[in-house]
């Protein structure tokens, strides 16, 4: 499955998705990087590392639809079948994702469905929440909804600061994001309502990772 992954900065879980994939049984091939940012960090991490990129700045196209009908190009160009969004800083708008339907998925650095949008860490230690962690989930029309795919949780400790529970959160991220994508692109996941299914019906608690505390 020639997969592409969006970035807009570092690209640390596009890093993870690429070391997962270098395994030949891998059902995914990273066949590109994409940013909306040309001077993206991610960018140049990949094209160090021989993976195809594309930059295809948002600044220069007039409006949102133009820059995703550029986006989708480039994707046919490349025989992109499936994105990864991993720390993609631009909303979709309905028409992209529609084109995409089922073939794109998000990383969010919250348990879903708490704390969709932005600062979730510092919003998560406001709230006093014990138990925080990471979703990944298929992409749909609305922000940080669409059915979840795997989440991981990590526990909140009194001496947290949002930096510090951000790094335990993204520590699990590049855990969650290479283990969910293998298991969409190993074609072991249905789709019912806004649930995720075992292909046969039946799926132990391999969506969910809880690292010891
Ligand atoms: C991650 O926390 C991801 O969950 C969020 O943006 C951040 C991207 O980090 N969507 P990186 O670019 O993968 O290092």
């Known amino acids: 499955m020639r997969t592409a992954v969006l970035v807009s900065g570092r690209g640390s879980n ?16 990273i066949a590109l990087v994409a940013s909306n940012d040309p001077s993206a960090e991610g ?5 160090q590392n021989g993976i195809a990129v594309a930059g295809v700045d948002h600044r220069i196209h007039a409006s949102r639809e133009d820059f995703e009908r550029a986006l989708h190009l480039t994707l046919g160009l490349h025989r992109i079948e499936f994105i990864c969004l991993a720390g993609f800083m631009r909303l979709l708008t309905p028409w992209f ?3 995409w339907s089922g073939r794109i998925i998000n990383i969010h650095p919250a348990l879903l469905p708490s704390y969709r949008g932005l600062q979730t860490h510092a919003r998560a230690l406001a709230d006093g929440v014990k138990i925080h962690g990471c979703t ?15 989440q991981a949780a990590v526990p909140v400790l009194d001496a947290d600061t949002p930096t510090t529970l951000g790094a335990r959160v993204l520590a699990q991220e590049h855990l969650l994001y290479p283990h969910a994508l293998r298991l969409v692109a190993g ?13 046969r019906g039946a799926r132990d608690t391999d969506d969910l990772v809880v690292p010891p505390l």
């Open 14 to 29: 596009m890093q993870a998705l690429v070391a997962d994939a270098r395994d030949p049984t891998h059902p995914a091939d």
């Open 43 to 47: 960018l140049k991490w990949a094209k």
């Open 97 to 99: 994702v529609n084109q």
């Open 136 to 150: 990944v989930h298929y992409v749909v029309p609305a922000m940080d909804e669409g059915p979840i795919i795997a």
């Open 187 to 199: 074609g072991g996941l249905r789709i019912e309502g806004n649930r995720t299914l075992g292909a």
